[in-house]
């Protein structure tokens, strides 16, 4: 007899009422953020295969051991970079649908690292959409809301009234312009990069057939994401937002506010945006042609609240007290260097999702922070403590 959870899995159907039939998913870049939680997902509530692309497989380990996993021979890992490696076509031919999340995806690499941005984001995609097109294969491609840019308000004068209508600021697939700053800004080089594979991508659905979704997420954040400076990644090492906080909190030191933590973002947390990934994936008649902004338009804050809500939230989760001075400010030059920029406002505009798979994100940003700091906390606080008391060498 069928075990419970398979013959859920197996009566599983799409939004058109048709049984899903398994698919054998080509994911690379499947070891980072968000890969981790897509092969979560698809192995505890799926019967998909798949076959998981990366450089490193840390965040996916306890999903391929022990041998005796309920999903045990669905998730088999190909430790391998797409820049260099012939396997490429044969496991993207084996396999029903292509998801490419490999990228250089951290800010400060972008004006540090351009030429590594550009090559991630744009040239290493390349054979990716080519093997796809050539064999007829269905691909899902990550990109990013960075590709908007900066909004139509952010040009008007600060005390414009149009500054208040979403016209000037809500993002829309179909309409928004891609706005970036100046060659000399390089912090543009990972949206450019981004929006040139988009447009071939679009290109080859249009011309040769190709059956595309591309996903734009708007600051998806949870557990696993990026690293701990010092921790799990290098201790000069600057990720984004969500995990540079965390190391402040962790460490007992104030957060710092980038050119006065001003710019606006709207983050979801990622089991909600994992859902829509979960939707496009198995809805492939009404996600194919799309692009899709995948965000939570409900929970928009300033980074300077979003640091004052994590110092509230943290101190609730792991009973230490803030620091005396929660934040600090400092110039994005000190932090980031020469050619920072920045986005100023992110309302995703969810139309299209809407009304193509009936995709809503559900959790607060409150809520969201709290599960995630408690992760953090129960992760890193006593590597954290080990870290600090080590003797500095001389
Ligand atoms: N997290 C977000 O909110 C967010 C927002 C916008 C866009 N995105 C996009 O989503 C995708 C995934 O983002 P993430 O947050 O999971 O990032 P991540 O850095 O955690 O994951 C990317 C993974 O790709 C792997 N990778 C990179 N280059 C590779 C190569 N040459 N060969 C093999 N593997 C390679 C990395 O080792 C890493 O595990 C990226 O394309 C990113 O641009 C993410
Ligand atoms: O997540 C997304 O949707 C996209 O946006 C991110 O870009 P950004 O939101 O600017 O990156 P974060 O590092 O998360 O920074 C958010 C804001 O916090 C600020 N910040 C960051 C770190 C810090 O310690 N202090 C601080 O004030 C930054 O200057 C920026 O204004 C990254 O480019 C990508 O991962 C992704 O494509």
Redesign the pocket.
Known sequence: MASSASSAASARVDLDGNPIKPLTICM?????????HLCEKLMNETQHKILA????ND?IKHLLEPDNLPWHGRITFHR????H?SRLEGLIKMSDLTI???????PADYNTRPLDTIY??FI?ALPVVKYCSENNKRLI??????VYGKTIGSFLPKDSPLRQDPAYYVLKEDESPCIFGSIEKQRWS?ACA?QLIERLIYAEGAENGLEFTI???????GP???FIPGVDGPSEGVP?VLACFSNNLLRGEPLKLVDGGQSQRTF?Y?KD?IEAVTLMIENPARANGHIFNVGNPNNEVTVRQLAEMMIKVYSKVSGVQPPETPTVDVSSKEFYGEGYDDSDKRIPDMTIINRQLGWNPKTSLWDLLESTLTYQHRTYAEAIKKVIAKPVAN
């Open positions: 690379i870049g499947a070891g980072g953020f968000i890969g981790s692309l990366d450089v490193y965040k391998l970079n797409i820049k490696d490419n999340l490999a990228a250089i995806c951290t991630s984001n290493d491609h990550f990109s990013t809301c960075e990972y981004k996903v734009r997420p708007f600051n998806w954040i696993r994401m990026d984004r979801v990622i945006a």
